[in-house]
T-cell receptor, first 113, second 114 residues
Framework: DAGVIQSPRHEVTEMGQEVTLRCKLISGHNSLFWYRQTMMRGLELLIYFNNNVPIDDSGMPEDRFSAKMPNASFSTLKIQPSEPRDSAVYFC???????????FGPGTRLLVL | AQSVTQPDIHITVSEGASLELRCNYSYGATPYLFWYVQSPGQGLQLLLKYFSGDTLVQGIKGFEAEFKRSQSSFNLRKPSVHWSDAAEYFCAVGAGAGGFKTIFGAGTRLFVKA
């Protein structure tokens, strides 16, 4: 299996632009997690899906952020409009269930100018 | 509120020496505890986890961790460090129903000297 796949690996955009990050889960996994990593705040859980349903989005910073799972194997995290403080590495992880091992993707490094 | 503290921002160990990375947590119920490793430019990889049972947990790459409820600690150990172990290590606690809400510590960066 190829593992969790994230695209793009790097994204540079200007403030105000829309950014879409993509994640493909490991086949058969039913739980999906989006994380953000910054120097200042470390690793933060943004949102958690189980069986395509958002279970907890309390970590989503504000309304500019939205996440979807249009099908069981794919998720998007959208930032609209983007701001410089959104610059971070965004990871998605998938697992067989909430308590099972989470497998992380390589991350998307986002820079908002 | 749930939290994880890793008191050491960075640690330097000689190759072949033993290693202990400290982790303290704050959580009201029985915690789910994890150690992850992150190499530069990579995602996180799970080293080991504790849900219940034996308090000494064996993981991959020769790592182990011991859960001590009385001390609210879950320290990571390795008897002999290899240069390839240089990375950042994160302790985490699984909170929320089912433990899905993973709260990470700030991380400890391990440097290995020859």
């Amino acid at each position: 299996d190829a593992g969790v796949i994230q695209s793009p690996r790097h994204e540079v955009t200007e403030m105000g632009q829309e950014v879409t990050l993509r994640c493909k889960l490991i086949s058969g996994h039913n739980s999906l997690f989006w994380y953000r990593q910054t120097m200042m705040r470390g690793l933060e859980l943004l949102i958690y899906f189980n069986n395509n349903v958002p279970i907890d989005d309390s970590g989503m910073p504000e309304d500019r952020f939205s996440a979807k799972m249009p099908n069981a194997s794919f998720s998007t995290l959208k930032i609209q409009p983007s701001e410089p403080r959104d610059s971070a590495v965004y990871f998605c992880a998938s697992s067989l269930g909430a308590q099972e091992t989470q497998y992380f993707g390589p991350g998307t490094r986002l820079l908002v100018l | 509120a749930q939290s994880v503290t890793q008191p050491d921002i960075h640690i330097t160990v000689s190759e072949g020496a033993s290693l202990e990375l400290r982790c303290n947590y704050s959580y009201g119920a029985t915690p789910y505890l994890f150690w992850y490793v992150q190499s530069p430019g990579q995602g996180l990889q799970l080293l080991l986890k504790y849900f219940s049972g034996d308090t000494l947990v064996q993981g991959i790459k020769g790592f182990e961790a011991e859960f001590k409820r009385s001390q609210s600690s879950f320290n990571l150990r390795k008897p002999s460090v290899h240069w390839s172990d240089a990375a950042e290590y994160f302790c985490a606690v699984g909170a929320g129903a089912g433990g899905f809400k993973t709260i990470f510590g700030a991380g400890t960066r391990l440097f290995v000297k020859a």
